[in-house]
């Protein structure tokens, strides 16, 4: 019997969120809450197991909007900074729970380390500091999350290697530009897509909307979900409206089943 799957977004915003700080343009100044976008990142809810995918600089925010009272592994995509700037605020779970599960590949560690060093110690470490365990993987072979099998799928952000996941008909990808084929073959017929649209205008390291509207004709998801957005895709309201009928602007909050 097929586990209940559940994803919540909590956040669809790039790196500076919506509203960006002091700005005036239009987006940053609308009223509609889905126009309010915190760091990108999405929490899965597996059977009894809770997941989350990137621990950006609105971690914590994000749980306790979300009230997730529990943390069963946290996957990283990459090492830049709205992807991982929360890693510190997951010392709640670990205070309740012990050691919290980290999957990454072995690039994105190195560069954990040296900006968390504290929390990688070994000797007289700081008894404040959660630990973490360590889960190298990478693009070659998948791995299981307890009874899921998860695929990671590598794609470039302009020249750095990004990791995607795909996971019981359900891929994640983010901060993507490009992808070679052998693993653009490993996401074709997923059910269910959720991709990178950073704006209107092309940009060296993201897709753009175009961009982002071509791969998912090519990959033939029943639902797409575009995230890791910016002010300059326009209102998520106007947006919406150009859209093809199985693709769908995500905004913070939004929940899917699967």
């Known amino acids: 019997m097929k586990s209940h799957f559940k994803v919540t977004f909590l956040g669809t915003g790039t790196s500076q969120g919506?509203?960006?700080?002091?700005?005036?343009?239009?987006?940053?100044?609308?009223?509609?809450?889905?126009?309010?976008?915190?760091?990108?990142?999405?929490?899965?809810?597996?059977?009894?197991?809770?997941?989350?995918?990137?621990?950006?600089?609105?971690?914590r925010q994000q749980m306790l909007l979300n009230q997730v009272e529990k943390l069963d592994a946290?996957?990283?995509?990459?090492?830049?900074?709205?992807?991982?700037?929360?890693?510190?605020?997951?010392?709640?779970?670990?205070?309740?729970?012990?050691?919290?599960?980290f999957y990454a590949s072995k690039e994105v560690f190195v560069a954990l380390k040296r900006r968390f060093g504290y929390i990688f110690e070994t000797q007289?470490?700081?008894?404040?500091?959660?630990?973490?365990?360590?889960?190298?993987?990478?693009?070659?072979?998948?791995?299981?999350?307890?009874?899921?099998l998860v695929t990671p799928v590598e794609a470039l952000h302009n020249t750095l290697p990004v990791l995607g996941y795909s996971m019981e008909g359900f891929t994640y990808l983010t901060d993507v530009k490009t992808?070679?084929?052998?693993?653009?073959?490993?996401?074709?017929?997923?059910?269910?897509?959720?991709?990178?649209?950073?704006?209107?205008?092309?940009?060296?390291?993201?897709?753009?909307?175009?961009?982002?509207?071509?791969?998912?004709?090519?990959?033939?998801p029943q639902r797409a979900y575009l995230t890791h957005i910016s002010h300059h895709l326009g209102f998520h309201k106007a947006v919406q409206a150009t859209l093809p009928s199985n693709v769908f602007l995500a905004y913070d909050g939004l929940t899917i089943e699967l």
Not at 185 to 191: F, L
């Open 179 to 220: 992808m070679a084929p052998s693993e653009f073959e490993k996401i074709k017929g997923t059910k269910v897509l959720v991709i990178n649209a950073l704006r209107q205008e092309p940009h060296p390291s993201h897709l753009n909307l175009e961009e982002a509207l071509a791969f998912i004709a090519k990959v033939k």
């Open 74 to 101: 946290v996957l990283i995509t990459h090492e830049h900074s709205d992807h991982t700037a929360g890693l510190d605020d997951i010392r709640p779970f670990y205070f309740r729970q012990g050691d919290i599960s």
């Open 18 to 59: 919506i509203p960006v700080i002091g700005s005036k343009h239009p987006v940053c100044l609308s009223d509609d809450l889905k126009d309010k976008r915190l760091r990108v990142s999405v929490l899965l809810e597996i059977g009894d197991k809770v997941y989350v995918i990137d621990c950006g600089p609105d971690f």
């Open 124 to 148: 007289n470490k700081y008894p404040g500091a959660p630990t973490i365990t360590q889960h190298v993987i990478s693009k070659k072979e998948s791995f299981l999350l307890h009874d899921t």
